[in-house]
């Protein structure tokens, strides 16, 4: 019972914190689906990735908070809806309500038919911005928690490695903690500039941070 109890507290505090949290409130007035897209609007403000007329991916996109927000990007006017100067693609295993200009699809971007969806939905031609919110379910394993995380950012490494232009950018979310040097590692093993960035709408207690890279070094082979 004491274990209930606890646990009701927990949910509590944090449906409090939740309800109360600026940016909650933010995306519920600008009509976003999550306050992630301030997570990304603050990158993307930051070192100017997102511009009219690219294309993007979005990994991991559910529920679109990201989709909506570089929607807007892509927009002359700045909406939410209307006229779009760009592409983007969404991807995620789980299902999406639909936005306005943003071509979904469900799947595993790990296989060859998703990917070969991908190919078509950008016209076969290469993206200039891979952004990747993917993060598996954490168990509170640290170790196991750690690998599921790695996959996920070395996934969309060898994705941007494929799909990406030579001047193109790699927008991925990880975690503080086991592993963390080795991706970071891997970012300059891969990009010609790395940024790590902790947003402002990321929490203060969150062990979530981003990595960017920008420019694709050319690998030797």
């Known amino acids: 019972m004491k274990i209930k109890s606890k646990s009701k507290k927990v949910n509590k505090a944090w449906l409090a914190d939740h309800l109360n949290d600026p940016y909650v409130k933010l995306a519920q007035k ?3 689906r999550a306050r992630a897209a301030y997570k990304l609007k603050e990158i993307d403000e930051t070192l100017g990735l997102i511009k009219p007329g690219m294309r993007v991916v979005d990994l991991g996109s559910t529920p679109g908070a990201w989709s909506q927000y570089v929607r807007r990007r892509l927009s002359p006017d700045g909406a939410a809806v209307g006229e779009l100067n760009g592409t983007i693609v969404a991807l995620d295993i789980l ?4 936005i ?3 071509a979904f699809l469900q ?3 790990r296989e060859d038919a998703v990917l070969a969806r991908l190919h078509d939905a950008v016209g076969g031609q290469p993206v200039d911005v891979v952004v ?8 509170g ?6 690998a599921r995380i790695s996959h996920l950012v070395e996934l969309a490494v060898d994705f941007a490695r494929a799909h990406l232009k ?3 950018a790699l927008v991925v979310k990880l975690f503080h903690g086991s592993g963390y040097s080795q991706l970071v590692k891997l970012f300059k093993e891969t990009f010609r500039v790395v940024k ?3 947003p402002k709408a990321s929490r203060d207690k969150s062990s979530e941070t981003f990595l960017v890279g920008i420019g694709l070094k050319v690998v030797e082979r």
């Open 95 to 98: 299902p999406m309500e639909p």
């Open 166 to 168: 030579p001047d193109g």
């Open 196 to 198: 790590p960035v902790k």
């Open 141 to 146: 394993i640290e170790s196991s928690d750690s």
């Open 132 to 139: 990747s919110d993917m993060a598996p379910n954490l168990s």
């Open 107 to 109: 799947g595993d971007f």
């Open 100 to 102: 306005e200009g943003v």
């Open 30 to 32: 600008e009509g976003y």
